[in-house]
């Protein structure tokens, strides 16, 4: 049994466009936010969804402009729906790029110039993961219930009770504000991990 021609294409478009985003999600984010498995799951089904969503509406001639009303749907549930990290929210964001530019390219985009538009995004993320963010502190909001230690001049000792208690390494910290009646005070954390 052979299969027709518009089956072969959707498959191999189909297992193209997985490769990519399994480099992409598997390789790239995961390897550096393995902490966030819950993503990984989302990623690869909304790409999967967005690529035969759109590799099947593609083939009844609908433009680039059902390509920006993917983005504006997804755009809209970005404020409907539980707060989702930036980082997090951009992989998504890569994830329905990356099925809607292989599902709508066609035969009308040659191979070569999908690949290294592909290349291009997978490199990137490669890069901007891996050594654009590697200097940048990550920050977390504690509620610190010890005012005596937010004086300035017990800041050292406050370092090293934020350090032991929270297990971080921390580089720095900035004070939010202090509530002297609940005895407790809003500390912004910087570390690297």
């Known amino acids: 049994m052979q299969l027709p021609a518009e089956a072969l294409n959707l498959i191999s478009r189909f297992l193209f466009n997985f490769i990519i985003i399994f480099i992409i999600i598997k390789i790239i984010y995961y390897r550096n936010n393995s902490k966030n498995d819950d993503f990984v799951f989302t990623y690869f089904m909304f790409n999967a969804l967005i690529f035969f969503f759109a ?41 329905i790029t ?36 590697s ?26 009770e934020l350090n032991n208690n929270t297990g971080f390494n921390i580089e720095k910290f900035e004070i939010e504000s202090i509530n002297f009646r609940r005895g407790a005070a809003r500390i912004k954390i910087f570390t690297r991990e």
Do not use: C
């Open 98 to 133: 990356i099925g809607v530019i292989n599902a709508l390219s066609g035969s009308t985009v040659p191979f070569l110039i999908l690949l290294i538009a592909n290349l291009i995004i997978t490199l990137m993320a490669y890069v901007l993961e891996n050594f654009w963010q």
């Open 55 to 95: 590799y099947i509406l593609g083939n009844i001639t609908i433009n680039l402009g059902f390509a920006f009303g993917l983005f504006a749907v997804f755009a809209i549930l970005r404020y409907r729906t539980d707060t989702i990290p930036i980082k997090e929210m951009t992989y998504l964001f890569i994830v």
């Open 135 to 160: 200097h940048y502190l990550i920050t977390r909001t504690i509620i610190y219930e010890n005012v005596e230690n937010i004086k300035p001049e017990n800041h050292e000792e406050l370092l090293l």
